[in-house]
Every structure is written in structure tokens, then in C-alpha cells.
């Protein structure tokens, strides 16, 4: 078929949800139907349940003196709340290879819950010091206390956190160079594989989801969330700041994609275990030496 639609292939997207839509919706003699119908459904509504949290603007106040916080749902834990849920999804990829029946999706959920689950222990630790820190559960009380200017951003007071978190993140999604969920040259497709019609495309839409809302994540953590780069600069609407720091770290994302290649799957593990998991640990020791001499 056509591999551009509209203008500079703008509307491939959409040919693309469009033609999945209409495809035949297979699934396995061997599979077991109905935790193999319901798992892509897992993995999307996970991803959806991470975006309620995440504050993506300042307080919006009305004429009438109401003021709406740009924000789905302000938990107070909105922190735990995003590793819990995050943790869920996983359930999506590692029930869709195990009800596939097939070989190469068994495989491909295996290494998806091993690396899922020993990054997200990384990832945990890491923004433990951003926890110290502000001493808050609550995401919109952590981007209000990066105010002031970027000096104030938690990238620069926990630069190490960040880069723990980020490399992480991408474990997390399984983007290249950790993508041995869905190595094609060594499982076909991996977890997916014998996923057809809307089935296959809830998961690209939950990776893709995902690989804004990790980023998004990030921002909140790190950069500020919607905070301009100084004051002098508030004038900009919260949400275009918020949006463009979400657009750079998308960027990068693609970036290391298509630039690095793939690791092998004993190589992912150790760097997990053996390079984060030490590096995290002695993040955390040193935020809380420094937050104790102050």
C-alpha cells in the first residue's frame, strides 16, 4: 500500500489506524482467547491511567475567582501512583506472549518481565533523591518547588537521578538498545507476534503512548514541568513549556534509536544489576549526606 498520504505524509497515521481497523482479527487455536483478547486492552488503559497525574500547565484562574488545576486527577501520592500503574502494564505484555501459545511470544514476555521489572527498581531509586528533595508524593508540588528559574530544576541538583531515570525509562519502553522483547532477528516479533487487526495496533499505541509519557514524567521530575526558563519568561503559557521540554526528550528518544544498536540480552541485564543498580544506590547516599549537612 501507500506510504504517503497527505501532505509530507502527515495523514499516514491515521491511513495507517484505518487499514488496521478493517484487517482480519485472527487469533491462535493454541491461544488461550480470552486473556489473548484482553491483554493489548491492559497495556493502552495503563498507559491512559499514567497521563491523569502527570500537570501540564499552572493553575488556570477564571473571572469568577474558580481556579482549575491543569491536571486530570492532583493525588497526593501521584508519585507511588505512577510506579503502581506502570508496574500494571507490564501485566499487558507478559500475558499477551504467554496467551499467544506461541514459542518466540513466550520468549519475547519473559524478557520483557525481567527487564520491566529489574529497570523499574532502578528507576524507583533514581528518583528517590527527587523524593528527599522536594519531601512530596505530590507531582504538581514538585514542579512548584523547581519555580523560580532553571537553576532550580532538579536536573541540575540531581543530574545523575536523571540520567538513571532516563536510561531506564528506555529499558522500560524496550526501545532500542533495549528492545529484546521484540528482537526481530532473533524472535520474529517477539511478544506480539501473533497479534493481528486492532489487537496489534493497541500495542503500538501503548508504546508510542508511553514513549511521551515517560519523557513527560521526566519533565515533571526534572525539568521543571511547565516552569519557564526564568521568570522573566512567564508570560509563555505553562503548557507550551511543558510541551517543548516533552518534545526535546521525545527527540532524543529517536535519536538514540536510530543511532545505537541493539544489546544483547545477558549485556542489558548486567548493566542493569551490575552499573545502574550501584550507581542509584550511591545517588541516593550522597542526596541524603548533602541534605543532612545543610
Known amino acids: 500500500g501507500p506510504n504517503r498520504v497527505g501532505p509530507f505524509g502527515l495523514f499516514q497515521p491515521i491511513a495507517d489506524g484505518i487499514k488496521a481497523f478493517f484487517k482480519e482479527d485472527l487469533v491462535p487455536a493454541r491461544a488461550d482467547r480470552g486473556v489473548f483478547m484482553l491483554a493489548p486492552a491492559v497495556s493502552v488503559i495503563s ?7 502527570i500537570p501540564f500547565s499552572n493553575d488556570l484562574v477564571l473571572k469568577s475567582g474558580r481556579v482549575i488545576k491543569m491536571v486530570v486527577a492532583d493525588i497526593d501520592m501521584g508519585l507511588l501512583y505512577l510506579f503502581a500503574i506502570s508496574s500494571v502494564g ?14 518466540y511470544g513466550v520468549t519475547g514476555s519473559l524478557r520483557a518481565a525481567a527487564q520491566m521489572i529489574s529497570y523499574e527498581v532502578f528507576i524507583g531509586i533514581a528518583v528517590i533523591g527527587v523524593l528527599m528533595i522536594s519531601q512530596t508524593l505530590n507531582l504538581r508540588e514538585i ?22 531515570y532516563f536510561v ?41 503512548a508511553h514513549m511521551i ?28 513549556w ?9 527527540f532524543v528518544c529517536i535519536w ?30 550522597v542526596t541524603g549526606v548533602v541534605l543532612l549537612l545543610k
Not at 47 to 53: G, N, T, Y
Not at 145 to 163: H, K, S, T
Not at 242 to 250: E, S, T, Y
Request: aromatic share 18%; charged share 10%; glycine share 10%.
Open 47 to 53: 498507559v491512559l491511567c499514567l497521563a491523569a497525574v
Open 90 to 103: 507490564e501485566f499487558g505484555v507478559v500475558l499477551g506472549g504467554w496467551s499467544s501459545g506461541n514459542k
Open 143 to 164: 514542579v512548584l518547588a523547581q519555580g523560580g528559574g532553571f537553576w532550580n530544576w532538579y536536573v541540575f541538583l540531581q543530574p545523575l537521578g536523571f540520567l538513571l
Open 168 to 208: 531506564g525509562g528506555l529499558a522500560e519502553l524496550s526501545r532500542v538498545p533495549f528492545d529484546m522483547p521484540e528482537a526481530e532477528s532473533e524472535l520474529a516479533c517477539g511478544f506480539n507476534i501473533e497479534f493481528s487487526s486492532m489487537k496489534f495496533a493497541l500495542y503500538f499505541i501503548s508504546e508510542y
Open 213 to 240: 509519557i515517560m519523557p513527560a514524567v521526566a519533565v515533571t521530575l526534572f525539568w521543571g514541568g511547565w516552569q519557564p526558563i526564568v521568570p522573566a519568561l512567564s508570560f509563555i503559557p505553562g503548557w507550551i
Open 242 to 250: 511543558f510541551l517543548a521540554k516533552v518534545v526535546v526528550l521525545v
Open 256 to 285: 538514540i534509536r536510530a543511532t545505537y544498536p541493539r544489546l544483547r540480552y545477558d549485556q542489558i541485564m548486567k548493566f542493569g544489576w551490575k552499573f545502574m543498580f550501584p550507581l542509584a544506590l550511591l545517588n541516593v547516599l
